[in-house]
């Protein structure tokens, strides 16, 4: 068997799509124009690049993008000032503040600062609370995308059994809680699960994201499972030269490929949908703020 291969870029780019219609037709009837604000303190690489694509795609989108860039230095209470600021502004209806934080920063605090309603990361206490008793909620953005795929590649996800491998607050336990809303019945697993490997082939969906390189190999796959890899793990590739290296996720991806129904490629799959739904969760949290429908096929 050879897997489909899930195309989270495609899918990604469609998400977009989707959302820049909607907040078109948010401005043309009511108005409303989503702002998405971006807080970044400090010069991470890698941070300052995830943080410059967000703010091209939610001005591509159609929405007000909001950047906020401090020194590394900045004081935490100077950074629970901004957020406070942000969120008594109207024309702000998600904030975002870039993770991790300095050190003399704490992060918890800096979370639980902001207020739920434009908690687009999920990752609020509230929010929290709401997904796990199965209420409304904004949802953090990973799982969301992995969801919004599941769907679309299943239909119906009722009744199947599904395998979380991971238990991070971020991704395993909300991915959890969402496939549980949907009807699966669900296992979550870890690195300290006791026989992992006939854990992950009862799977009909195996959802890794335990964030160790290919981890699962093709032999944990129940035959024809789809496998959503959220792992994003760079390995050295001296095929490349001395030096170099390559991203892979948490599954073993040929020989998973060679028994999977579907699976997600890495890179090209989960991640690119992150931030599609950072924008849809936006769309999401305006939506709400001024009493209307929330919009369709974007949210959990």
């Not at 909607?22 to 989503?34: D, E």
Request: hydrophobic share 45%; proline share 7%.
């Amino acid at each position: 068997m050879s897997a489909k291969i899930i195309d989270g870029k495609a899918f990604a780019a469609d998400v977009r799509g989707r959302v820049a219609e909607q907040v078109a037709q948010l401005k043309a009837r009511h108005g409303l124009t989503p702002g998405l604000a971006v807080v970044l303190v400090g010069e991470d690489p890698a941070s300052q690049v995830y943080v410059r694509n967000k703010g091209k795609q939610t001005i591509e989108a159609g929405m007000n993008s909001f950047e906020h860039k401090l020194d590394a230095s900045t004081p935490e209470a100077e950074l629970l000032a901004l957020v406070e600021k942000l969120n008594a502004d109207p024309a702000v209806h998600g904030i975002l503040v870039q993770l991790p934080l300095p050190d003399h920063i704490d992060e918890a605090k800096v979370l639980a600062a902001i207020d739920p309603a434009k908690d687009v990361d999920g990752f609020h206490i509230s929010n929290v609370g709401l997904l796990a008793t199965g209420q409304k909620a904004l949802v953090p953005c990973t799982p969301l995308g992995c969801l919004m795929m599941l769907r679309d590649h299943h239909g119906s996800l009722s009744g199947l059994n599904a395998v979380v491998v991971g238990r991070s607050n971020i991704v395993g336990k909300p991915m959890a809680q969402l496939l549980l809303r949907d009807s699966c019945t669900v296992t979550i697993a870890h690195s300290r699960t006791k026989d992992l490997a006939e854990v992950c082939r009862g799977a009909d969906i195996l959802v890794a994201a335990v964030g160790r390189p290919q981890m699962i190999p093709g032999d944990w796959v129940k035959p024809g499972a789809t496998v959503i890899d959220v792992g994003i793990n760079r390995i050295p590739a001296p095929e490349k030269g001395e030096g170099k290296t390559r991203l892979v996720g948490d599954v073993e991806f040929d020989s998973a490929a060679a028994v999977a129904g579907a699976i997600t490629p890495v890179p090209g799959g989960v991640g690119p949908m992150t931030i599609a739904c950072l924008l849809a969760n936006t769309l999401t949290a305006c939506a709400r703020a001024a009493g209307l429908p929330e919009p369709e096929g974007l949210t959990a």
